[in-house]
């Protein structure tokens, strides 16, 4: 199992992102997914979750509103849209699995077993 992250980069508040999460040794289809991050000093936190079934996403309430995310089960990658983007959101983004079937808001409230890189965003204000 892999999980390669990457399109972060450097921007100003206000601007958009969009990340990329790359998946090989399963289908990202078939398990719930989700995106983390970990900023300088803090803990990591669930930001994003995509059910297995597609009936359910959740959002952290600080990113509710200006970030998506997204499963190209074709190209076997999940993305996460980030708008708006603040400098809080500063940090290194993550994308992980627990390759089972947990609700999005279990996911985003856990700690997966499958993690990528991560991939690092500068928001500068």
């Known amino acids: 199992v892999q999980l390669q992250a990457s399109g972060g980069g450097s921007v100003q508040a206000g601007e958009s992102l969009t990340l990329s999460c790359a998946a090989s040794?399963?289908?990202?289809?078939?398990?719930?997914i989700g995106w983390f991050r970990q900023a300088p000093g803090n803990e990591r936190e669930g930001v994003a979750v995509?059910?297995?079934?597609?009936?359910?996403?959740y959002y952290a309430d600080s990113v509710k509103d200006r970030f998506t995310i997204s499963r190209d089960k074709a190209r076997n990658t999940v993305y996460l849209q980030m708008d708006n983007l603040r400098p809080e959101d500063t940090g290194v983004y993550y994308c992980?699995?627990?390759?089972?079937?947990?609700?999005?808001?279990?996911?985003?409230?856990?700690?997966?077993?499958?993690w990528g890189q991560g991939t690092l965003v500068t928001v500068s204000s």
């Open positions: 992980a699995t627990d390759l089972g079937h947990s609700s999005s808001y279990a996911l985003c409230h856990s700690r997966p077993n499958e």
């Open positions: 995509i059910s297995d079934s597609e009936r359910s996403t």
């Open positions: 040794g399963f289908n990202v289809g078939d398990y719930s």
